[in-house]
């Protein structure tokens, strides 16, 4: 990444043990080894990667609740252990288990952590756009999980801070809240603050983030922007597979080398090793020559679950 | 100023501590079972000892000798058991992690339970002094401010060994264990009742317990209005002792 912009967010070879694992005959098990990552004002930096991969275990770090055993973290330039009122006033964190006690009622906890910020976000437009106040009056116990997340989420955002940290932030959402949530990260980042998320949905990593790194197993196997990942990483082997709907048990031609056509359901065709403009004209004659109209169809990008899977069977294989 | 203040969007601290004192108390008052634990239950105990003669000989009424451990009751009530079981909970569903990442941070976290749990014991002494008075108690005016001191020494104490069993076993436990101290401390902990009541071959052991080095001191103060020094050890002792473990081995999730 190049830029001139100070990131608000640095962490440098970063590798963290838990345990002893009794699995292991009570040994350290390695859960971060070497991960390095940086985090600019006005982005959305993404940690992308199944559970267990540790991103959350990241994340803990580089809040200073939880100590590496080695490598640096500098967050805001600041280290981020220790009581630091000052620093813990400019980040903003939404834990995973969201940390909310179940006997209070979330707006009275809302105003209670607001209160700790000399200049809080505004409380009440928060409420609103959370819409906190459609459960306001059941204690946090009694809250959706989907409801928790937003909660936390305005926990997170009460003190208008300059980096959100934002550990699996739809989890549990319905796709009107998630629009939402998505809404107020996106707003965020357009006010110029820092936003580190993790997530292991390809979905949310591909419509928010400006940066993202894979990690898979406690290391960042990949890093880009969505663009970068998802077209330049692998373009010697590019492939972008074709589906079309039509009539179904077709005759199928043969295919040029290197190409294979098949029904995967009936009406449903599926082209892969489509690499050249070539190869469309070829599918397009066949339809022209035997009068075919598909009913539909689509050229497939590659995903950032491809490039995912990609990296992840890579590393299988080392 | 150096730039990192310049730039703090945190109230100050004594204004977060405040908060978070409220915040915790209102905590405890609006937990059912912590009410009956910190009020129902002492103002029976001491309905119990003042028309009963289980504390003859300690002081010329039972009324006067009921008092002051019932005092010392509700300070294990509120410091150790009501203050522990919260903590424990709190520690489960990760509410002390979730306030640590705001300005309040830990030493924050800490004052305000501290805050609530003198709140509440105010509370707590205000009313049982009221309900002792309409019984007829007369305390030792020079017993007074002994009495405070203790009150205070006591919180402190038994509020570093409920944090110390909150920041180290799971919440269940917690609650069984503190449930369980202030049964037992009461009836044979020296708390309500003098060990010099307790059989001869136990009371060396007893005696070092910081819950009968509280009631003796409160005893003492409020019927003789004397001044135990050797309760202050005891007691200081406890407190240090308490809150060295707690910070050593407490875990905060």
């Given at each position: 990444m190049v830029s001139s912009v100070t990131p608000s967010l640095i962490?440098?070879?970063?590798?963290?043990?838990?345990?002893?694992?009794?699995?292991?005959?009570?040994?350290?098990?390695?859960?971060?080894?070497?991960?390095?990552?940086?985090?600019?004002p006005g982005q959305v930096t993404?940690?992308?990667?199944?559970?267990?991969?540790?991103?959350?275990?990241?994340?803990?770090?580089?809040?200073?609740?939880?100590?590496?055993?080695?490598?640096?973290?500098?967050?805001?330039?600041?280290?981020?252990?220790?009581?630091?009122?000052?620093?813990?006033?400019?980040?903003?964190?939404?834990?995973?288990?969201?940390?909310?006690?179940?006997?209070?009622?979330?707006?009275?906890?809302?105003?209670?952590?607001?209160?700790?910020?000399?200049?809080?976000?505004?409380?009440?437009?928060?409420?609103?756009?959370?819409?906190?106040?459609?459960?306001?009056?059941?204690?946090i116990r009694r809250l959706s999980g989907g409801q928790k997340q937003r909660v936390a989420l305005a926990l997170?955002?009460?003190?208008?801070?300059?980096?959100?940290?934002?550990?699996?932030?739809?989890?549990?959402?319905?796709?009107?809240?998630?629009?939402?949530?998505?809404?107020?990260?996106?707003?965020?980042?357009?006010?110029?603050?820092?936003?580190?998320?993790?997530?292991?949905?390809?979905?949310?990593?591909?419509?928010?983030?400006?940066?993202?790194?894979?990690i898979d197993k406690g290391r960042t196997v990949a890093q880009g922007t969505v663009t970068e990942l998802t077209t330049l990483a692998a373009a010697e082997h590019e492939n972008r597979p074709v589906n079309f709907g039509a009539t179904p048990s077709l005759d199928l031609p043969q295919p040029p080398a290197g190409l294979h056509l098949s029904e995967t359901a009936p009406g449903e065709y599926h082209l892969t090793g489509v690499s050249s403009p070539e190869h469309l004209n070829w599918l397009t004659s066949w339809w022209a020559r035997e009068g075919i109209l598909p009913t539909h169809m689509n050229l497939q990008a590659r995903s950032l679950e491809d490039v995912f899977l990609e990296f992840a069977q890579k590393e299988e294989t080392v | 100023m150096?730039?990192?203040?310049?730039?703090?969007?945190?109230v100050s601290m004594p204004k977060r501590i405040a908060l978070q004192g409220k915040y915790e108390t209102l905590m405890m008052l609006s937990n059912g079972e912590q009410l009956v634990l910190a009020v129902v239950l002492p103002i029976i105990a001491l309905f119990g000892l003042t028309f009963t003669d289980l504390l003859e000989g300690v002081a010329p009424r039972s009324i006067d000798a009921a008092v002051p451990g019932v005092l010392a009751l509700c300070v294990i009530s509120t410091a150790f058991t009501g203050q522990g079981i919260g903590t424990g909970f709190d520690r489960r569903y990760g509410v002390l992690r979730m306030f640590s990442t705001t300005p309040l941070g830990k030493a924050g976290l800490i004052f305000g339970k501290v805050i609530a749990v003198l709140t509440v014991l105010a509370i707590q002494v205000v009313l049982i002094t009221i309900v002792a008075l309409l019984l007829g108690w007369e305390p030792n005016l020079?017993?007074?401010?002994?009495?405070?001191?203790?009150?205070?020494?006591?919180?402190?104490?038994?509020?570093?060994?409920?944090?110390?069993?909150?920041?180290?076993?799971?919440?269940?436990?917690?609650?069984?264990?503190?449930?369980?101290?202030?049964?037992?401390?009461?009836?044979?902990?020296?708390?309500?009742?003098?060990?010099?009541?307790?059989p001869t071959w136990l009371q060396p052991t007893l005696d070092a317990l910081p819950s009968a080095a509280l009631g003796d001191a409160l005893r003492a103060a409020m019927i003789e209005g004397q001044f135990s020094i050797a309760s202050v050890i005891f007691l200081v002792l406890w407190a240090a002792a308490g809150s060295f473990a707690a910070i050593k081995l407490f875990k905060w999730n």
């Open positions: 962490i440098s070879e970063l590798s963290k043990d838990l345990g002893p694992v009794p699995a292991l005959n009570n040994r350290m098990l390695r859960v971060l080894d070497s991960v390095s990552l940086q985090a600019l993404t940690l992308l990667g199944s559970n267990g991969a540790g991103k959350s275990t990241t994340l803990a770090c580089a809040q200073g609740l939880l100590r590496p055993e080695g490598g640096t973290i500098e967050l805001l330039g600041q280290d981020p252990f220790g009581d630091n009122p000052d620093l813990r006033s400019r980040v903003g964190v939404m834990l995973q288990d969201g940390g909310l006690p179940p006997s209070m009622r979330p707006i009275p906890l809302l105003r209670h952590v607001a209160g700790m910020y000399k200049k809080p976000i505004d409380i009440d437009a928060l409420i609103t756009r959370l819409d906190l106040e459609s459960f306001g009056s059941r204690t997170a955002l009460a003190g208008d801070p300059e980096v959100l940290f934002l550990d699996e932030p739809s989890a549990g959402l319905d796709p009107q809240s998630r629009q939402v949530v998505f809404d107020l990260i996106s707003e965020q980042r357009d006010l110029g603050k820092a936003i580190v998320l993790t997530t292991h949905l390809m979905d949310d990593a591909q419509r928010l983030s400006d940066y993202v790194y894979i | 150096s730039p990192t203040m310049s730039h703090s969007n945190a020079w017993g007074i401010i002994p009495a405070v001191l203790f009150l205070l020494l006591g919180a402190a104490t038994f509020t570093a060994l409920g944090l110390l069993i909150a920041g180290t076993v799971r919440p269940e436990a917690t609650l069984a264990i503190t449930n369980l101290a202030w049964v037992l401390l009461a009836g044979v902990g020296g708390v309500l009742f003098p060990l010099t009541m307790a």
